[in-house]
Each structure stands twice: as C-alpha cells, then as structure tokens.
C-alpha cells in the first residue's frame, strides 16, 4: 500500500518515459495558471503550458523538467504529467539551448512565438537546476 503522504509521478513524453518516482509535491503550469499538487489532492485533468515543472522528491531534493504542452492528471496521489515533448534539466545542453534562444528571437519577426517559448523554457529550466544542487 502506497504511503498515504507522498505522491506517485510519472512524467512521459512522447519518445519515451523521462521520469518515474515519488514526489513530496508537483508545480506546473495551465492556462489558468500555476497550480501546487500535494498528497490528497482532488482529482484534477489539466493542459498544460510551456513553463518548468517542479517536482520536490521526499527526500527534499528538486528537480526541474522543460514541458512544452500536454496535460496532466492528478487522482488517488498519483500524478500522471503527459507532456508533448519533456526535458530533464540535466538532459538540457544549456550552450545549445541559448544558441537557439538567439535564433528564435531573430526569426520571432517571422515566425509565431513557440520556439522562442520553448528556447526561454529551456533556458530558464537548465540554468535554475544548475543553482539548486
């Protein structure tokens, strides 16, 4: 029996399954905005937005994950986070990430403004995972 205190998460994309493990608390972000998950939590279906995930493990320890779209879902203290793509922060090449970040803010004139959120996300993910260790 699961322990009443702690939550189940999974984090997939769609390549593969990024992360799976137990989790004090889960902070993402919806249209509506950002919303706290702890153990007991009503049910809840949700889209989510580019932004960091945040992810607090039971031994106090944080980590970060870049979403870009999707959903996540939230019955019975399990999280279930279905994110059209996913990065762990350490899978992030932060080099890459500002490189591309400067080619998306060239071309925002031209283009919509999706991979100049997903550039900013990535950034902002890899750079804050770097502080909390």
Do not use: C, Y
């Amino acid at each position: 029996m699961a322990d009443p205190g702690i939550l189940e998460v999974a984090v997939v994309s769609a390549e593969r399954l990024l992360w799976q493990g137990e989790a004090k608390s889960v902070v993402a972000k919806t249209p509506e905005g950002e919303i706290g998950i702890l153990p007991g939590h009503e049910p809840v279906l949700s889209l989510l937005v580019e932004s960091p995930l945040r992810i607090e493990e039971p031994d106090g320890s944080k980590m970060l994950v870049a979403v870009h779209g999707g959903f996540f879902s939230v019955d019975s203290n399990k999280v279930n986070v279905i994110a059209e793509i996913a990065e762990l922060a350490e899978d992030i090449d932060l080099e890459r990430a500002k490189a591309a970040l400067a080619k998306a803010q060239a071309a925002a004139e031209d283009e919509d403004a999706s991979a100049l959120k997903r550039a900013e996300t990535r950034i902002t993910v890899a750079g804050a995972a770097k502080s909390l260790h």
